[in-house]
């Protein structure tokens, strides 16, 4: 094994162990303050006050990650993780957790988490070859798949024992995760002058999107129907009252929308699209639709399992055909602008929409709001295949016509 070999393995590596930390925690998080408060909102709350440091920070992020050493960065990120979910185990340990102590630590891991995630996938092109590429981030996708699998039923399983011993397992690995980092041979990139970060530079990011109907309407797209259908963040309830299975069957249950997802991104690999993109996104988000209608009324954790596969099958074709137009529609001089704009918008469907859906559980009950999460993301494909027949006519996700050339819309 050559050097390039050892480094990216180690990588991946440190890639598997952090979001296995990150998947176990979020378990016994989710379970543990359900099981404090009762209270759907609580589990909003949790998504809330993740969403906040990732908004607030979004910029200096980006700065941060443009300026200084991201293998520094991103394993500093992970300690400070490590002492959140070390913090959770002491004061569960102690009989003193309760609601606010967890969103308090909850806010203080999103704030690391912020660092963490954004710059963690900044580090690999200097990891291979521009050839080898392609190839590293399909197998950097598998890897966490695979760990999104994996951390949520082992968190699970070790919650029976106690929160404590999800938290200290999930500590672990946060620090192995950063110790493998620093072992890395990265070489240092040169210092290069680079426009400061800025506010009018993410204004600038959404004025260009707003400037292409199809970018608009797959980016809010994607939004409105996660933020509505956000129904995994009431897991813990189902799990709970609804499905009686206990902590092991919220881990199972978490885990089943990333095995419809590993399915599709691998089938996806062998089966590029190629034709009628834009119905097959609309298609995509009408099934999650639909499957978020199946699960809310299921009571059977066999049916909830195939519903929640179906939704990150489904999820996934969505975010490959959103991501690739988002690269493919987009200059490069405006490209780290407008990934900015849309990191923001999917930090806003998934934390700002597991707030929503506590919320909506809290008014109308848990399976009422997943239901209306469901059928709203329905009313939402049909909305937006009237307000952008572009997008619904999209053939192609390469459309060398609609590609600016020059710098002008920056």
């Known amino acids: 094994m050559n050097q390039e070999s050892r480094t990216f393995a180690g990588y991946l590596a440190a890639r598997a162990m952090a979001t296995l930390a990150y998947q176990m925690a979020g378990v016994a998080i989710g379970?543990?303050?359900?099981?404090?408060?009762?209270?759907?909102?609580?589990?909003?709350?949790?998504?809330?006050?993740?969403?906040?440091?990732?908004?607030?920070?979004?910029?200096?992020?980006?700065?941060a990650a443009d300026r200084y050493d991201r293998r520094s960065i991103v394993a500093i990120a992970q300690c400070m993780e490590a002492v959140a979910l070390l913090s959770l185990a002491v004061f569960s340990l102690m009989h003193l957790i309760d609601r606010n102590s967890i969103l308090l630590i909850v806010f203080l891991l999103g704030t690391a988490r912020a660092f963490e995630y954004t710059t963690f996938q900044t580090l690999l092109p200097a990891l291979?070859?521009?050839?080898?590429?392609?190839?590293?981030?399909?197998?950097?996708?598998?890897?966490?798949?695979?760990?999104?699998?994996?951390?949520?039923?082992?968190?699970?399983?070790?919650?029976?024992?106690?929160?404590?011993?999800?938290?200290?397992?999930?500590?672990?690995?946060?620090?192995?995760?950063?110790?493998?980092?620093?072992?890395?041979?990265?070489?240092?990139?040169?210092?290069?002058?680079?426009?400061?970060?800025?506010?009018?530079?993410?204004?600038?990011?959404?004025?260009?999107?707003?400037?292409q109907p199809v970018l608009l309407g797959a980016i809010s797209l994607d939004l409105f129907a996660v933020l509505l259908g956000g129904a995994t963040a009431l897991l813990p309830v189902f799990a709970r009252d609804i499905l009686a299975v206990g902590p092991w069957g919220l881990g199972i249950l978490r885990a089943a929308p990333a095995v419809g997802a590993l399915s599709a991104s691998l089938y996806l690999a062998r089966n590029p699209l190629q034709r009628r993109v834009g119905k097959i996104m609309f298609a995509a988000v009408a099934g999650f639709g639909l499957a978020t209608v199946v699960f809310a009324l299921s009571t059977s954790i066999v049916l909830s399992c195939l519903a929640l596969s179906v939704l990150g099958w489904t999820d996934m074709i969505s975010v490959v055909i959103r991501a690739s137009l988002v690269q493919l529609e987009t200059p490069d001089e405006m490209r780290g602008r407008v990934s900015a704009v849309n990191a923001v918008f999917i930090g806003t469907s998934n934390e700002f929409g597991e707030f929503e859906s506590g919320l909506t559980a809290a008014w109308f009950g848990v399976v009422p709001a997943a239901l209306l999460g469901g059928i709203g993301t329905l009313t939402v494909v049909a909305l937006w295949m009237y307000l952008f027949p572009q997008l619904r006519q999209r053939e192609m996700l390469l459309h060398h016509s609609t590609i600016p050339k020059t710098s002008e819309t920056a």
């Open 31 to 63: 379970w543990q303050i359900y099981d404090i408060t009762s209270s759907p909102l609580a589990l909003g709350l949790v998504g809330l006050v993740q969403f906040v440091p990732s908004l607030l920070l979004a910029l200096y992020v980006g700065h």
């Open 128 to 211: 291979v070859t521009q050839e080898s590429l392609p190839a590293a981030i399909a197998r950097n996708a598998s890897v966490r798949q695979c760990a999104i699998i994996v951390g949520p039923v082992l968190g699970g399983f070790l919650y029976i024992i106690g929160p404590g011993a999800v938290y200290i397992t999930g500590s672990c690995l946060f620090f192995l995760a950063a110790a493998t980092l620093a072992l890395l041979r990265i070489q240092r990139r040169p210092q290069t002058a680079r426009e400061p970060a800025s506010l009018a530079s993410l204004f600038a990011g959404i004025t260009y999107i707003r400037s």
